[in-house]
């Protein structure tokens, strides 16, 4: 019979199908011999390659993975990464066992911005001399001026500016709430410096009141956080706005690894992002609200009885927490903060806050509510909360656990070689914190006001966050070698910083590349080299041509990396190491009994150095550090590389034993005590409470104006979706990080530039009511700031939200406004569009996040009516 359903057609079938996948094979696969072919002609590439070692520690993500460059006559030719451990192992979870991850034996590994540098570090726009401008300030006019003109004029103006206008009169930026003028403090009276760490002061603030010490410092040293094996102990993890998958992707490796051992993962944002995506649970939250769900979930937990009674009685100042319970319970003001309550304002339904606080009761669990949360007006009030949360449910200092919303440091599990040039006298530092560091263009702008009579002398200091004994700043030179931010972008409020730069006498900036706002506006601008391979100082914090460098990661601290010079910079590139020290020699501390330069006491081991010969000096003081390392008692067990051996593969990694380390064990099992008055955790701020805060110093911060409580709670902001900004400016602007750059980094790095919309995100809803279409040009707007691109019309954002990435650099058009007098900004510079005003919340916070509205310019070129434009 013939048909389609016998024996005799299946076979047929089988055979037909059989002939079809041999056609497919034949058509669509490779020749004999081409795969071979393929593989020697990668493998010929890289004959006669030299390799060398250096770390990816970029500012923002922290995970310092390995960087294995290949370069070929001096160029740098590819980039590998981690293969260290379980070398030529793609996916190590196939494979390896629990037990090797808790002892770090894992590779860490770069991801596509870190393998990226290659192309970054050639771009074509980099600055290769020392350049003088010779036209307007913002003309991008400039001459080549030789690099003894460009040092010698550094220190001749530094030294008149200070001379003339006081010690607090050279702004040269800070880190952690300090300085990085190493000329000025080692100069009398000091040098500028900052109060407040510019990406998670509300978690700093946080951490002080209640631990009694910023824990992010800690991390930052190396000696806080909690490391990635406390994942494996966890119940559930609960991220709030911490988007693992894009801001650390090393990371997000092990997070995997937990999801696959069965533990939940639950991710609030407002974004649907790609933690997202492989997340068990999204729940999207309204942003400005996440206070108000933490205050409802502490109801639900309180309320039930659910909260960790014994870690409450051991460890927690009881006065202050009783009091936060009476308001969480609606004793204070008649209203309980009950999960309807909270399902009102941020738009999470009552069933799933009371859910996952009962989750959070039934600890450990990883709770981490990371800065893009707290990165708001009034964003300790989270932070604090999102402390009170883990202190009510016992979720501290244990497995399982993380210590802080800041948590990325780990604990270093053997010491590392020192890297010390800076001779004995090095500990005479004098610092004075006389701004809080996210408005040093608020003390420019603002002064002027004290100058003409406006404003008092008080009112001067607390606006910038000046304490009333210190001396006032007076900026009137601005010198950013050290930490060479893209200053006007990089932070709110650009066009304020942009009219502070002009207003600012000299300004002497340090940069790769000349696609940066920043060098448009400097009157000196002087050629970087390359932060990761042209001995740059890849270790951000002391700048050395060759450093030991430990996993500043949120892995393990089980190993380091020695970063030496991979390839020679490009032109008359140097280092900021080389520029500090020679404008160090160039000035002499007044009044010292030796007659002293600066470098002297800055950098006496390298003083008199010459460029050609520092690589060489640098490399001699690494050998002999580090065999005076190998030979201590802890670690000769250990069996370190001879010194010969670390140069020719430059990491030394050891299994760490025994349990890992935890943030805030210590201090919960009652083996010393926390560092505040009382000895234990405090709810409240005893501080805040007793003193006029606007005025004193706690802790080098002084929180300038702007009113803040003892206890955190839930409070409406001026700047919310909730507030009355959105009958003028309807949509919340939030900006978030990108997966293809860090910051401004690699931002022009053409690999990247085709590979993601950098355009505004805009959700169905909210773009149907604007008659906008996928790709339309639009312009997003408001009182401070204006920006041409298109539009992204997406469902993966909630309605009354929009979403433009962070970290591009301003392109002007030609069409100028009152607000955009350079010209409206055709890139998508976010930071053009959130103001830096007098609100009534305190200092201190980095503001992301802002009111813009979005109107369809598709077809009308520039003929576009807005706000500010015609």
């Not at 000025?184 to 509300?202: K, T």
Request: with cysteine.
């Amino acid at each position: 019979m013939k048909g389609g359903c016998g024996p005799e057609a299946k076979s047929r079938r089988e055979n037909e199908r059989s002939a079809t996948m041999t056609e497919l094979k034949n058509n669509f696969g490779p020749d004999e011999g081409q795969l071979e072919a393929v593989r020697a002609k990668l493998m010929n590439k890289h004959v006669d390659e030299e390799i060398e070692y250096c770390t990816c520690c970029q500012n923002g993500c922290f995970d310092m993975c390995l960087l294995k460059c290949h370069k070929k006559d001096g160029v740098l030719t590819a980039i590998e990464t981690d293969n260290i451990v379980h070398p030529n192992v793609a996916r190590e979870d196939a494979y390896f066992d629990e037990e090797e991850f808790r002892k770090g034996m894992f590779q860490h590994r770069a991801c596509t911005r870190g393998r990226g540098w290659r192309k970054d570090v050639y771009s074509p726009n980099r600055i290769k001399y020392p350049m003088l401008r010779v036209g307007p300030k913002g003309s991008r006019k400039f001459k080549r001026i030789s690099w003894d003109e460009a040092l010698n004029m550094i220190a001749e103006k530094y030294v008149e500016t200070r001379e003339k206008y006081g010690p607090m009169s050279v702004y040269c930026d800070g880190l952690m709430g300090g300085s990085t003028d190493y000329i000025g403090q080692f100069m009398p009276g000091g040098a500028l410096a900052i109060w407040g760490v510019d990406s998670y002061e509300p978690h700093d603030l946080a951490d002080t009141y209640q631990f009694g010490r910023p824990l992010t410092m800690d991390a930052a040293t190396f000696d806080g956080g909690t490391e990635a094996m406390t994942l494996f102990d966890s119940k559930a993890i609960v991220l709030w706005g911490f988007d693992v998958y894009l801001n650390y992707p090393e990371f997000a490796y092990y997070f995997n690894l937990a999801r696959d051992k069965g533990i939940p993962l639950i991710y609030i944002d407002p974004r649907y992002t790609w933690t997202a995506h492989l997340a068990d649970q999204w729940i999207p939250i309204r942003p400005s609200t996440d206070a108000a769900m933490l205050e409802a979930m502490a109801y639900v937990i309180i309320t039930e009885g659910l909260e960790n009674k014994e870690f409450i009685e051991k460890n927690v100042d009881i006065e202050g927490f009783e009091r936060w319970k009476k308001i969480v319970l609606g004793d204070y003001d008649g209203v309980a903060k009950t999960p309807e309550w909270a399902e009102a304002i941020c738009g999470v339904p009552a069933e799933t806050i009371a859910a996952i606080a009962r989750l959070c009761a039934d600890g450990p669990v990883y709770m981490r509510m990371v800065w893009a949360a707290t990165r708001i007006l009034g964003g300790e009030d989270p932070a604090r909360l999102d402390n009170y949360l883990r202190i009510l449910t016992g979720n501290l200092g244990r497995n399982g656990c993380i210590g802080t919303g800041m948590d990325f440091g780990v604990q270093k599990h053997f010491p590392v070689p020192d890297m010390n040039f800076y001779g004995e006298r090095f500990d005479k530092i004098e610092e004075h914190c006389v701004i809080e560091g996210e408005i040093w263009h608020r003390a420019i702008l603002e002064h002027k006001r004290y100058e003409d009579g406006e404003i008092s002398l008080a009112d001067y200091k607390r606006i910038v966050g000046c304490p009333q004994n210190e001396t006032a700043p007076n900026i009137k030179m601005i010198w950013q070698t050290v930490n060479p931010r893209n200053m006007i972008p990089n932070y709110y409020d650009s066009s304020a910083r942009m009219k502070a730069v002009q207003m600012t006498p000299f300004v002497a900036y340090s940069a790769y590349t000349w696609a940066t706002t920043m060098t448009w506006y400097s009157d000196l601008v002087l050629p970087l080299a390359h932060q990761f391979f042209e001995g740059g100082g890849g270790d951000n914090f002391v700048l050395q041509g060759y450093s030991f460098n430990t996993a500043f990661s949120p892995a393990a601290g089980n190993y380091f990396i020695g970063m030496g010079k991979v390839i020679d910079p490009p032109g008359e590139c140097r280092s900021r190491l080389w520029i500090l020290k020679e404008v160090a020699e160039r000035i002499q501390i007044p009044g010292d009994p030796d007659g002293a330069c600066v470098a002297d006491y800055y950098c006496p081991e390298i003083k008199g150095v010459k460029w050609e010969d520092l690589d060489g000096v640098l490399e001699d003081m690494a050998r002999k550090n580090f065999e005076a390392w190998r030979e201590k008692d802890e670690i000769k067990p250990l069996d370190p590389p001879t010194w010969e051996e670390f140069r020719k593969e430059p990491y030394f990694i050891r299994p760490i034993e025994g349990d890992y380390w935890v943030c805030l064990r210590d201090e919960c099992e009652g083996k010393k005590p926390f560092q505040t008055e009382s000895g234990k955790i405090e709810i409240i701020s005893r501080f805040v409470e007793e003193h006029d805060y606007h005025d004193v110093a706690y802790k080098t911060k002084c929180l300038g104006q702007g009113f803040m409580e003892p206890i955190g709670h839930y409070k409406q902001v001026e700047v919310s979706p909730l507030s009355a900004l959105v009958n003028k400016h309807p949509l919340y602007m939030i900006t978030p990080h990108a997966f293809y750059r860090q910051h401004f980094c690699q931002d022009e790095n053409p690999w990247f530039r085709d590979e993601y919309r950098m355009d505004v995100w805009i959700s169905a809803a909210d773009a149907a009511k604007r008659g906008i279409k996928d790709g339309d040009m639009v312009l997003a707007h408001n009182g401070v700031g204006q920006c041409l691109l298109p539009a992204y019309v997406t469902s993966r954002l909630t309605p009354g939200i929009a979403c433009m990435i962070f970290g591009r650099n301003y392109d002007p058009s030609h069409l100028k406004t009152e607000i955009m007098p350079e010209g409206i900004d055709r890139a998508g510079s976010c930071n053009f569009l959130i103001p830096s005003e007098d609100y009534s919340h305190r200092r201190g916070i980095l503001l992301c996040a802002g009111m813009i509205d979005i109107t369809n310019v598709e077809g009308k070129g520039f003929s576009i009516e807005c706000e500010g434009v015609e």
